[in-house]
């Protein structure tokens, strides 16, 4: 069975502090890592696909890199605007149309001004 | 990216009723997907819905709960049944294979917001 985690838990930066959050995966056959962002009471927000080790994204402050074994999503420089829950997902399908997403449990990343 | 509404976007439901949640996307998708969020988790995916074809439900998941409908490529609607508090979720709809972009990302809705009684 695919297991996604998410490391740390919460995350709580001063504006301008620099962090990374950690996805690690277990899963037969990766075919995307995907990270969204959620704020509360909304659905998540698409971020960034990743598909091979080595692939890098970024997006404003955000960066995610992809390894064999985990991601990694870098904020650079937060702003108190970046707090939000950040969810990790993978899809690793069982059959040819199997587009079913795993996800971790999320990372809760707060920035104070 | 596509712009997905549902509706409610929440509601109060006493225990042993049903809900319907409804679903719209702006573009034709080939596929849709239910999610349930419970209070401090992560998602989990209920069942994924293609048009023209019965929605595929995960395990843990039955039809008999969570009837599906996906009449068109724009539209699907989820109902709850015979509620109980435990029940008490956000559901999220999603879309992915969208025709236009022929990409694998899942796009989400805002939510629905479900409190069973």
């Known amino acids: 069975e695919d297991q996604v985690t998410q490391s740390p838990e919460a995350l709580r930066l001063q504006e301008g502090e620099s962090s990374s959050l950690n996805c690690s995966y277990t899963?037969?056959?990766?075919?995307?890592l995907f990270w969204y962002r959620q704020d509360p009471g909304k659905g998540p927000e698409f971020l960034f696909t990743?598909?091979?080790a080595g692939e890098e994204k970024e997006k404003e402050r955000l960066k995610a890199t992809l390894t064999k074994k985990e991601s990694f999503l870098h904020i650079t420089a937060p702003k108190p605007e970046d707090s939000a829950t950040y969810l990790c997902?993978?899809?690793?399908?069982?059959?040819?149309?199997?587009?079913?997403?795993?996800f971790g449990a999320g990372t809760t990343v707060t920035v104070r001004a | 990216s596509a712009v997905i509404s549902q509706k409610p976007s929440r509601d109060i439901c006493q225990r042993g009723t049903s809900l319907t949640i409804q679903c719209q996307v702006d573009?034709?998708?080939?596929?849709m997907f239910w999610y349930r969020q419970q209070p401090g988790q992560s998602l989990t995916l209920i069942a994924t819905?293609?048009?023209?074809?019965?929605?595929?439900?995960e395990s843990g998941f039955v039809i008999d709960k969570f009837p599906i409908s996906r009449p068109n490529l724009t539209f699907s609607t989820l109902t709850v049944s015979n509620m109980s508090p435990e029940d008490s979720s956000i559901y999220l709809c999603s879309v992915g294979r969208d025709r236009e972009r022929n990409t694998d990302t899942q796009y989400f809705g805002p939510g629905t917001r479900l409190t069973v009684l």
């Open positions: 819905a293609n048009q023209g074809s019965e929605a595929t439900y």
């Open positions: 990743l598909y091979s």
């Open positions: 573009s034709q998708v080939t596929m």
């Open positions: 997902a993978v899809r690793s399908p069982k059959r040819s149309n199997d587009y079913k997403l795993s």
């Open positions: 899963v037969s056959g990766l075919r995307g």
